[in-house]
């Protein structure tokens, strides 16, 4: 019989709440140690998901972290490795939308989006490189893009350049850190039933003077499916580009959208 590897360990940033949490809850299901990294004011919600994790049997650490800041998700990564021993798995996701048409969006509002979406995807994928390089195994590196890094929505301009910006990093990064055993791929969700969609629908309404939850009814028509996606739909994908399975593909960006948008 051959002998047991290590435990393998993810990193989950955007982990207190909707797809990040679903991740992470999943990462825990296949087997993996977790952990959990989100803002400091999200700390509440991060010891809750921990709970679940550990409820699947796995470790779990907490830790908070401005992915914004290349020194704060320097010290996260250092905090995790002392307390659970290495990184295998590192998944940017922490993302933040702004929604303004083009002409309200102020120059502060392109750099606030920018600075989280991708200068953080940047920080997290720069600093995983690191750790997993000098550990000297590999690793798999998974970014969140979008469905808009194919196709711009009305009043997301800023979020969805900076979903685009992160199909060019997550290519740009696999093009290096191949020589090192490392993947970096990235998942393109589409409509998916959390906060960020909430507040999309509420100021899409707001501007077109309909209803609250028009915009989201409206949108849905689009999803060949038949209904609006589930953090659970998007960890399902991130579980697989997080697995073995995954080993031979590298640089890409993959919608998951339900069939909105085909690439």
């Known amino acids: 019989m ?55 049997g ?15 998700v320097a010290a996260m990564v250092s905090q995790v490795v002392r307390e659970l021993g290495r990184i295998d798995v590192f998944v940017a996701n922490a993302g933040i939308a702004k929604v303004k048409s083009l002409l309200d969006t102020t120059a502060e509002d392109f750099d606030q989006v920018m600075s989280v979406n991708l200068r953080g995807v940047f920080n997290s994928y720069q600093a995983a490189a690191r750790q997993m390089i000098e550990q000297g195994h590999g690793g798999k590196i998974i970014g969140a893009a979008s469905i808009v890094a194919y196709r711009p929505f009305e009043m997301l301009s800023a979020y969805s350049v900076s979903k685009w910006g992160v ?43 309909k209803p609250r939850g028009e915009a989201l009814r409206e949108n849905t028509e689009q999803i060949l499916l038949g209904r609006v996606q589930e953090p659970a739909d998007v960890a399902a994908f991130v579980s697989y580009l997080a697995s073995p399975d995954s080993d031979y593909m590298t640089g890409q960006s993959v919608i998951i959208d339900g069939g909105i948008q085909f690439s």
Do not use: F
């Open 2 to 56: 051959a002998e047991k590897g290590p435990d393998r360990i993810a990193v989950v940033t955007g982990g207190a709440r909707g797809i990040g949490r679903g991740i992470a809850e999943r990462l825990a299901g296949d087997g993996l140690d977790v952990a959990v990294v989100d803002l400091a004011d999200m700390r509440s919600e991060l010891d809750e998901v921990a709970e679940a994790v550990r409820k699947k």
């Open 167 to 209: 199909r060019g990093l997550t290519q740009a990064a696999a093009t290096e850190w191949a020589k090192h055993g490392i993947t970096v791929n990235a998942y393109c969700p589409g409509i998916v039933g959390t906060e960020m969609w909430e507040l999309i629908d509420e100021k899409l309404t707001e501007q077109q003077g």
């Open 58 to 72: 796995r470790r779990c650490a907490v830790a908070t972290c401005d992915v914004a800041d290349a020194e704060d």
